[in-house]
């Protein structure tokens, strides 16, 4: 038992002394541009994923599909989303392509989420990401719209988002006239 106990002592001891090698020499690279050796990313984003899941699985999803929810959604996501996560047919942005990992492409990648993961992510965010938790200053309803327009994501083209956005950006702009008299 003596024995049991000295060769386990002495494996945690060498894991902690390995851990405080990595941290205070400096090996592990941290830099963005530094792409993640394939297991070290697979831990990561099975990490990652796992997380979402295991928090997200007591939310209570709402009804998704009204329009004014998609077209509130559209708005928060064009104003706080759509500089990292490129709309359909738009160009990646500078700082989209200078973040690793690299955020997804929801109009693609939004699929494989829950409605109840989305929520999650997008109120609590994700450590080392760049993805804010949007929790602290938007409420719950606004979160839900914003998850009401990325699940149209995938269904949606280029042509369809300019015309969304230019449908809306009129809308505003027409009750910003109204205000101002």
């Known amino acids: 038992m003596k024995i049991v ?3 386990l002592g002495t494996i945690i ?3 902690i002394l390995m851990v405080l090698a990595v941290m205070y020499t400096g090996i592990f690279n941290v830099a963005t541009a530094w792409q993640d050796p394939p297991l070290l990313r697979w831990v990561l984003v099975t990490t990652r994923e796992s997380s979402i899941e295991r928090r997200a699985q007591a939310i209570q999803v709402p009804a998704l599909d009204r329009v004014k929810q998609i077209e509130n959604g559209f708005r928060s996501y064009r104003e706080m989303c759509a500089i990292c996560h490129t709309p359909p047919g738009g160009k990646q942005s500078p700082l989209a392509k200078g973040l690793n990992p ?6 693609e990648d939004e699929d494989h989420m829950s409605a109840a993961g989305l929520f999650w992510v997008i109120k609590h965010g994700i450590r080392m990401t ?6 602290p200053t938007h409420d719950d309803t606004e979160l839900w719209d914003i998850v009401a327009f990325v699940k149209t994501l995938p269904e949606m083209s280029a042509a369809d988002y300019r015309t969304l956005d230019s ?15």
């Open 167 to 181: 449908r809306l950006s009129r809308s505003e702009e027409h009750t910003s006239e109204l205000q101002s008299h």
């Open 5 to 7: 106990s000295v060769t």
């Open 102 to 107: 690299e955020p997804p492409d929801l109009s």
């Open 130 to 135: 760049g993805m804010p938790a949007w929790g």
């Open 13 to 15: 001891a060498l894991g």
